[in-house]
């Protein structure tokens, strides 16, 4: 295993565990303990992890594992999910997307649609995210407008005043979510408050919103809301989600495709 697999792999662990030992680290993916140590304290050095006496725990309280390291964990029921949100879009709408690895699967779904690949504008896709803008600015049917504002190193996101103000003066046919939690009481979430507030802009621009989540995403809370459940018309998870959460969902008039 490479060093960079190993440090994705433990990052991934610590998250969701909340701390790690070195022995069962080492045990876990099959390397030495001397391995681990050496890993735990390069990662200490760029503030990803606290090290521990015999261990490591995770950075921070509300921890977010920033987006260059995490891996294509639930790859495929993100693709699932990105195809089936593609599909809700007709071309020649305007289209909020933000930052996130779901998001990012529906800007890719986006660009090899068939009844996209021409068109003046196909569609115009507004983000916030750097990382879809890069993806899609190569793709000249596509209009893309990237919001002002500074950079987080965690998601390739802009937030700030910068990207208000790009933000009011534009409206949305759709706004695509991204995030880390939904829950039908305390509604959509992300880990980071001026991230959040971005987001929640883009779903005030827009005529309807939807969420794109994994199911593993559903039920939880995050440190910052996005917006309240009612105010999202449609979520796109994968079939794993129970039928008990579906149900929630679709009494606060949220409606719930599974992929």
């Not at 261990?55 to 509300?62: F, I, N």
């Not at 991230?195 to 005030?204: D, K």
Request: hydrophobic share 50%; charged share 25%.
């Amino acid at each position: 295993m490479s060093r960079d697999a190993r440090w994705k792999t433990l990052l991934e662990l610590l998250v969701e565990r909340g701390r790690l030992d070195v022995e069962e680290a080492a045990a876990e993916l099959e390397v030495s303990a001397a391995t681990i140590r050496r890993d735990f304290d390069q990662l200490a050095e760029q503030q990803m992890l606290v090290r521990t006496r015999g261990g490591a725990v995770v950075h921070g309280v509300s921890y977010e594992l920033p987006l260059r390291y995490k891996t294509a964990r639930r790859a495929s029921e993100k693709q699932r999910i990105a195809r089936a949100v593609a599909d809700l879009i007709a071309p020649g709408e305007a289209v909020g997307l933000t930052g996130g690895t779901t998001t990012t699967e529906v800007a890719r779904a986006l660009a090899v649609r068939a009844d996209l690949a021409s068109g003046s504008p196909a569609l115009t896709v507004v983000t916030n995210a750097l990382n879809i803008a890069n993806e899609l600015a190569v793709r000249p049917q596509f209009k893309i407008v990237v919001t002002g504002g500074v950079a987080r190193a965690q998601s390739y996101e802009l937030t700030g005043p910068l990207a208000d103000g790009v933000l009011g003066q534009i409206t949305l046919d759709v706004a695509v979510l991204g995030v880390v939690a939904f829950d039908v009481t305390h509604g959509a979430a992300a880990h980071d408050e001026a991230e959040a507030a971005i987001n929640r802009l883009l779903c005030e621009r827009a005529a309807r919103v939807v969420v794109a989540a994994d199911s593993s995403k559903l039920g939880r809370r995050a440190f910052a809301r996005i917006c309240a459940a009612e105010a999202v018309g449609t979520l796109v998870t994968d079939s794993a989600v129970d039928a008990e959460t579906v149900h929630r969902f679709e009494e606060a008039g949220v409606a719930v495709r599974a992929v």
